[in-house]
């Protein structure tokens, strides 16, 4: 298996805490709780393996990282092993001693999440409130430190009307980067999906919105956009293919080849206590289920995309077609797409009721 | 409207930014939640991106080092630095 190209990045989840409480986060149902956590020596230890490894980006988030105690001396341990550290972070939980302590220790990069352009609507989808005003208050302190700032807005249907807003406020906290993603429905987000889901009109004008505006601002602020893949034609290449360039760790040292992936029936995972890093990323099963194009099946096997987005999403395979090995129903080739489009005929047009908020 | 770079302008890539040579895969330029594969002659241009030089001594530094022409030199640079400019990745 020596031909497993090295992976780039690895997400460590530090902590499922969090103070917020939004309906569109992408954690599991089900949270690993803090006595289950993996202690500051096996992170440092992940740290070092994943340096080993070939990992070069250390993503440090949660739930909200701020949360872990450690978070100083894991960002001190990346610094010491040339890895470059990137804290992913609500800012609630994060004091101004604390920023100016992580920056000392060599942190890279905040990308910090803002639910909305007001702090009403903010609020609202956060389910906490101060939120807004919180955050803007770290960002001018992360930015004061010295540190690179990204903006990360999930849009969805209750702030896809605020594209403009939301670059015009991410100029305004300092940011360099800002990062549109529209809400994908995995663990957490899929009990909301009927409150989230945006229609087609709605979803086309925020693209257009997202990408006049990504040229008008070049210089000032970078604009990355995330498609909403239910209105796409083709899948994402999720992950950049799967045990292909990053790997996450969940809060008790699980190995996931992606976020969601504990979703997916039949995967043994390996855990960070009781193999290597390296031993993990080559030979742990997860891994390699479905790793490169051999898995495959039609429509994807004769595709000449499959190098181009690797059948799409495992988890979305199996959220929509209930088989993990199918072709991403959100391929316009899939003989599952119908059912995208049935759930987005049943829920863009839906009521306003009550989220499900996270607590 | 790409602006071209000026002639004076000190290119320096800010933090959050680096060049580091990666022994697997050569020559990486580290960014905020990217990674770009910085070829031969990115790589030796991005090295003297540390606000010590302006764009015009730059480039005569990749000429002389390189030998080549100026303005194919200055082409190549200042598409590679707009680009990184642009996206908030190079300071001037």
């Known amino acids: 298996m020596s031909d497993i190209a090295p992976p780039l990045g690895l997400l460590a989840e530090l902590t499922h805490r969090c103070p917020l409480g939004c309906p569109y986060c992408s954690n599991p149902q089900s949270l690993t709780p803090k006595a289950a956590e993996l202690d500051t020596q096996a992170w440092c230890r992940v740290l070092s393996e994943a340096a080993d490894l070939g990992v070069v980006h250390i993503h440090l988030s949660g739930g909200e990282p701020a ?40 942190l890279e990069h905040v990308q910090l999440s803002v639910q909305a352009a007001d702090a009403v609507r903010a609020d609202a989808i956060a389910g906490y409130d101060g939120a807004f005003a919180r955050k803007r208050e770290i960002a001018a302190h992360v930015v004061a430190a010295g540190l690179p700032l990204t903006v990360n807005v999930v849009l969805h249907r209750a702030n896809l009307d605020q594209v403009e807003g939301l670059i015009t406020l991410a100029v305004e906290m300092g940011a360099r980067r800002v990062e549109l993603a529209h809400a994908q429905y995995y663990g957490w987000a899929l009990l909301n999906r009927p409150l989230l889901q945006a229609d087609a009109g709605a979803a086309r004008d925020a693209i257009a919105a997202a990408e006049a505006l990504r040229e008008r601002f070049a210089g000032i602020i970078a604009v990355d956009h995330v498609l909403p893949d239910y209105h796409a034609t083709y899948p994402k290449a999720c992950m950049g293919g ?36 390296s031993d993990i990323w080559h030979h742990s099963p997860a891994f390699n289920a479905f790793r490169g194009t051999s898995w495959m099946e039609e429509p994807c096997r004769s595709c000449p995309r499959q190098e181009v987005d690797f059948g799409g999403c495992r988890c979305q395979a199996m959220a929509i077609a209930g088989r993990p090995q199918a072709t991403d129903p959100v391929c316009r080739y899939s003989p599952d797409r119908p059912k995208v489009d049935q759930a987005l005929a049943r829920e863009v047009g839906g009521d306003s009721g009550e989220y499900h908020f996270r607590r | 409207m790409k602006m071209p770079l000026a002639p004076d302008a000190r290119p320096r890539l800010p933090r959050g930014v680096r060049l580091r040579q990666d022994p697997r895969r050569g020559w990486l330029l580290l960014a905020p939640e990217t990674v770009f594969e910085a070829n031969g002659s990115a790589a030796e241009i991005l090295k003297l991106c540390d606000g010590g030089l302006t764009f015009a001594e730059m480039v005569d530094v990749l000429a002389t080092r390189h030998g080549g022409d100026r303005a194919r030199i200055t082409g190549e640079a200042g598409g590679l630095l707009t680009a990184l400019r642009d996206r908030r990745l190079l300071d001037l």
């Open chain 1, 242 to 277: 799967w045990g292909r360039r990053t790997l996450n760790i969940t809060p008790s040292g699980k190995a996931l080849p992606c976020h969601a992936a504990e979703t997916l029936p039949g995967l043994e995972f390996w855990s960070v206590a009781d193999h290597s890093l």
């Open chain 1, 67 to 106: 949360a872990r105690s450690d978070l100083v001396t894991l960002v001190a341990h990346c610094t010491r092993l040339g890895l470059y550290s990137n804290l992913i972070t609500s800012a609630v939980g994060l004091t101004v001693a604390r920023v100016s302590q992580l920056s000392e220790a060599g």
